[in-house]
């Protein structure tokens, strides 16, 4: 079993070009999030989707685009990258409710690390 | 918007010594997870806590959610260096399913 699945590992962009962040989960998870993490601190929330075509704003997410046309992916996309932009990005996904209805746990991917000079 | 902060942002302690990091949100939370980042790894869930006052615990480590589900701790009994690494709480507010992540609190262990 994958879990959450993000490639490529490693990127590094110039000024101005844009890229995409795949993000594929094999667990049926409805919830999938994208989280950046710049050097030494925490986790910003960039978008999140409850469900195929639903996805919302999270706190931080000017200069991205994301989509979910099917349960499995959420693809995060980049445009006219920015030397602000180098982080480590992270997904994740998560279940509805528990059996004893508590909240399902984040599963996350292991990471891009993106950096644009 | 919502906010989350913890406290202390780095830790140093001797191999043996407790350690303890608080968790506060701007608003009501509807659960709040514990998450632990090795240093290069990703986020791995540890805990989650529902109910006001709610405590767990987890061998050395003891989780508490706050009366007012506002606030939340995580503290480790006798450390080891094993224990090493960032630990995050992140907040649920209840009608979403975002999870705002504190800032989170760098341990590090000294043998």
């Known amino acids: 079993n994958a879990g959450v699945t993000q490639t490529p590992k490693f990127r590094i962009l110039k000024i101005g070009q844009s890229m995409t962040l795949q993000c594929t989960q094999d667990?049926?998870?409805?919830?999938m999030y994208w989280y950046r993490q710049d050097p030494g601190m925490g986790l910003k929330l960039i978008y999140y989707?409850?469900?195929?075509?639903?996805?919302d704003k999270g706190e931080v997410p000017n200069g991205y685009n994301v989509s979910r046309s099917t349960t499995e992916d959420f693809p995060l996309r980049l445009e006219l990258a920015a030397p602000s932009q180098t982080s480590v990005y992270f997904c994740?996904?998560?279940?509805?409710?528990?059996?004893?209805?508590?909240?399902?746990?984040?599963?996350f991917g292991n990471g891009t690390r993106l950096t644009v000079t | 918007g919502q906010q989350v902060m913890q406290i202390p942002q780095y830790q140093h302690v001797q191999e043996g010594e407790d350690f303890t990091t608080y968790c506060n949100s701007s608003?009501?939370?509807?659960?709040i997870q514990w998450y632990k980042q090795r240093p290069g790894g990703h986020p791995v869930f540890l805990i989650q806590?529902?109910?006001?006052?709610e405590v767990k615990k987890q061998k050395r480590l003891t989780f508490q959610f706050g009366e007012a589900k506002k606030n939340s701790s995580l503290h480790i009994t006798a450390t080891q260096t094993t224990d090493v690494g960032t630990y995050f709480c992140?907040?649920?507010?209840?009608?979403?399913?975002?999870?705002?992540f504190g800032t989170g609190t760098r341990l590090k262990v000294l043998a």
């Open positions: 994740a996904s998560s279940n509805d409710f528990l059996t004893d209805r508590r909240y399902s746990p984040l599963h």
């Open positions: 608003t009501t939370l509807s659960n």
């Open positions: 989707s409850v469900g195929a075509g639903i996805t």
């Open positions: 806590l529902v109910k006001s006052g």
């Open positions: 992140a907040g649920g507010s209840s009608g979403t399913y975002k999870y705002i």
């Open positions: 667990m049926n998870h409805n919830y």
